[in-house]
């Protein structure tokens, strides 16, 4: 507190306040962010984050406090306002218009002209100088949507950078991530706050907390609860602050996981992945899924994990292979299909493939298992609720009610409608891709322990994760994919975050030298997007 | 912000509603005050008459139009080739009772028939059209769902092609026809009350039933709201679209049988001309939204009596036909503007959006 007076801070927030139709969401928060620091802010599901981040940026107007900016009072009306007076954000879902080019992307509401035309051979340039400093080369001519989650994420972060700011604003920037990028990204983060720009820096990865950030400042259900420095604030004293609980509870918890992961016996064999491949998304993969059993599918980003997952539930068709369950071959080639056979998956990208945001968490929860019952046999209104109710109870779903638009509530508890969605049908064979993506650290936990108890039940799993760590800890089987092949597998005591990135390492080895990084992953088919028939 | 907003006091099955009540509302008061008699309801001849019933009657077609088109737009479609639907089989039907017609067209043996026993050819007349209609509804489906042609253009070309099809049926003549058992569908009184009321509660009533009390109603919003995520839950999204476009043809079929029937002829140019722009309206005035999503069968019904509320006022103003148009686009302008919660909040200021619009809700589901 003592530099404060030294250097007056580029951000004061003060008793800033927002409510939605049934939920405060912002309860007289404060916030000071002081110049060349990296300040973390940190806060369970549905704490209010995201909200705080648009309340600063003029995406919503706030109901009371006062936002002080570089100096003078600010409430900026629009986003592009906030960006005019220094505020540079990238907010939690990718929010860049797919079907422009990188270089539009890039320059959209800021393009270099000349007499009132846009000079494209300069924002070409500008477009590359601008990916150069995260790292990426692309070819900027082409369709944002034709390049992954991962690089669509940087592009957004490329285009903050490119604005002249003085705060940078990054809410949940490295949950498509890997690890390699993870590592890019702080290291960027780390040479612009030497430069003396303020970063806001949104994650639920404690690792990149303690790695990066200067100062934590920590909200709970909407309410300010306390600023420390990172140095002086030990990982489970934080966990604490966020829950709100004692921080001993949730070590236990986590040591309970692992023994349940651990005890887990191998039962007979459910599924046989046999070759299954596409051109131009992935070569063929073959594997074994036990019932009971859970299978990881591990690799770094664009290694080809989850176009595999699509090919086992349809939503592309497979061109090699077959799938076989029950001793009989298939080749899905529609989600409606794999719903047949027992199979659900809950997307890694949630908002194109995973949530309806406009129809209510009810409507979200029971449309899968609608859908498997048919059009005719409509589930009573009755057991709609009491489904909803179950679920939003059981994985502790943060909603004013079941009646509210999926679409407003918080990153994590979207997610976890979607599992909701799936586990109302019991399915077979569960994928999860990317299910602990933007979830917090209690709900992690949770939700690992919900794959043990299901897989105790009898359901396989297929497990997908970017934190190899987290395949590693529930997974018995672990399916290493490279480059859109499938390098290796491991078993039982074989498993470790370690075993796994050796054997990426050593099939990266094999390769003749690439450039090792950013390359572009084009999604494999252009038409994955328009094919939405049930064929 | 929504906490303080007077929508607070209405039941939220009713608030999409509410602004169309409210410019019903106060488009009949006006009447009320300006037009005398205007709620007077008598009886003439059997049948019960007034200002208040011709509006039920001549809004009969949008109204069935409007309810097809409630199910395409929630489907995030638009279909524009109600109006040439309307026209097929309109013509189809006055076709069919011309003698001429069908000796040169279907053989002698029909004339018959339908001098022997004119209520089985009035049924096959009936079926033939509206099976043409469904039909018609079919290809706009399959250009839409199989081809993946926008909406927009899919049914453009049968907007325009359907008045060409309608043309070649009656080689572009209007037949005008005497048959009473037929012009009971667009003239004729139940109970007292037109009877083509009786077909648009009917259909009302049906669509109703089919979309929510199954779980169509849910599918369509789902695959309205996003497609792709609905693809990967399991919705079966081409047939859903498939189906709503069948509908909407079908509606449009009954909606031209009454039309055309009402005035005891079919004009292949003129019938239905414009039609669907008076349904895409009365939808859209009734809060569902063009991008697709929640559809509200109730509000499109209201939509449509309101501009047919509003056509009548002209009448009954005696505003000459060519001036009509002005003062009723600016009521639609005003309806429109009162359903924009960012037009309430900066000019009304007191009545708070109710709830988040469309684009809104979007925005906000980027936290
Ligand atoms: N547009 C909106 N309409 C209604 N409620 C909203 C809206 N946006 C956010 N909320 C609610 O405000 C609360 C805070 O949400 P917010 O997105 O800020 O959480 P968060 O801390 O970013 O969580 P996460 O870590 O899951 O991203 C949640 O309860 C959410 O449901
Ligand atoms: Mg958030």
Known sequence: ?535 | MAESSPMRFIPPALRPLTWPLVALGLLLLFNVIFTPGYLHIGMVEGRVSGYLVDIFRDGAAVMLLAVGMTLVIATGGVDLSVGAIMAISAVLAASMVTPEWNEANLGAWTNTLMADHIGVWIAIILLVSLIASVLAGAWNGMLVSVFKIQPIIATLVLMVAGRGIAQLICSGRIFTYDVPGLEYIGKGTLFGLPFSLFIVAGVVLATYALTRATALGLMIESVGDNDVASRCSGVPVRNIRFLVYMVSGLCAGLAGLIESTNVSSANANQLGLYFELDAIFAVVVGGTALTGGRFFLGGSIIGALLLQTLTNTMYAQEVSPEIALIPKALVILAVCLLQSPAFRRRVLGVFGAGKPSKSRAKAGGAA
Request: aromatic share 4%; charged share 25%.
């Open chain 1, 1 to 535: 507190m003592s530099e404060s007076s030294t250097h007056p801070p580029l951000l004061l927030v003060r008793g800033v306040s927002k409510s939605f139709p049934g939920v405060r969401a912002l309860d007289n928060v404060e916030l000071t962010l002081r110049r060349g620091e990296v300040h973390a802010l940190m806060g369970e599901n549905g704490a209010g984050k995201s909200t705080l981040i648009k309340v600063l940026t003029g995406v919503y107007p706030h109901d009371g406090g006062t936002i002080e900016f570089d100096g003078r009072a600010i409430s900026p009306a629009s986003p592009r306002d906030a960006e005019r007076a220094g505020i540079s954000t990238v907010y939690q879902e990718v929010n860049l218009v797919p079907t422009l080019s990188v270089a539009e992307n890039l320059c959209v509401g800021r393009f270099p002209t000349r007499g009132g035309l846009i000079r494209w051979g300069a924002a070409r340039r500008r477009a590359e100088t601008a990916l150069e400093r995260v790292g990426l080369k692309l070819r900027v001519g082409r369709q944002l949507d034709e390049y992954s989650l991962a690089i669509q994420q940087m592009v957004a972060i490329a285009r903050a950078l490119d604005a002249e700011a003085k705060l940078l604003i990054l809410d949940e920037p490295t949950s498509s991530l890997d690890e390699s990028e993870v590592d890019r990204l702080l290291e960027l983060m780390d040479s612009l706050r030497s430069g003396g720009l303020a970063i806001l820096f949104v994650t639920h990865f404690m690792g990149q907390v303690y790695r990066i950030s200067d100062r934590i400042t920590v909200l709970r259900n909407g309410a300010f609860v306390a600023e420390s420095m990172a140095k002086d604030l030990p990982r489970f004293d934080l966990i604490g602050q966020m829950v709100g609980k004692d921080p001993e509870a949730l070590r236990a918890r986590e040591a309970e996981v692992r023994a349940l992961h651990q005890k887990k016996a191998g039962g007979g064999t459910l599924a046989r992945v046999n070759g299954l491949g596409k051109q131009g998304s992935v070569a063929p993969v073959g594997f074994e899924i036990g019932e009971g059993q859970t299978v990881g599918l591990g690799g770094l980003l664009g290694s080809g994990r989850t176009e595999t997952a699509r090919l086992i539930f349809g939503i592309d068709k497979a061109d090699a292979g077959s799938l076989e369950i029950d001793g009989k071959a298939h080749r899905p080639g529609s989600p409606r299909e794999a719903m047949a056979l027992g199979i659900a998956m809950t997307p890694d990208d949630r908002k194109v493939n995973g949530i309806i945001p406009n129809l209510s968490v009810r409507d979200n929860i029971v449309l899968a298992l609608q859908s498997k019952r048919g059009i005719w046999r409509r589930i009573s209104p009755k057991a709609q609720r009491d489904l909803a109710a179950k679920y939003i109870a059981s994985l502790n779903i943060k909603t004013s009610n079941a009646e509210t638009p999926v679409g407003t509530l918080s990153g994590g508890n979207q997610q976890k409608v979607l599992l909701a969605r799936w586990l109302a049908v019991n399915p077979r064979l569960f994928i999860l891709d990317e299910p602990t993506r933007g979830i917090d650290v209690g709900a992690k936990g949770e939700i690992e322990h919900l794959v043990a108890d299901l897989a105790e039940q009898g359901m396989s799993l297929v497990f997908i994760s970017s934190e190899l760590e987290e395949v590693a800890r529930v997974s018995q089987r672990v399916v290493v994919l490279c480059d859109r092949e499938q390098v290796g597998e491991l078993e039982g005591e074989a498993i470790s975050e370690h075993a796994i990135l050796e054997m990426i390492a050593r099939a990266g080895e094999k390769e003749e030298e690439g450039e090792t990084g950013w390359k572009p992953v084009p999604l494999g088919d252009e038409e994955r997007n328009e094919r939405d028939g049930d064929g």
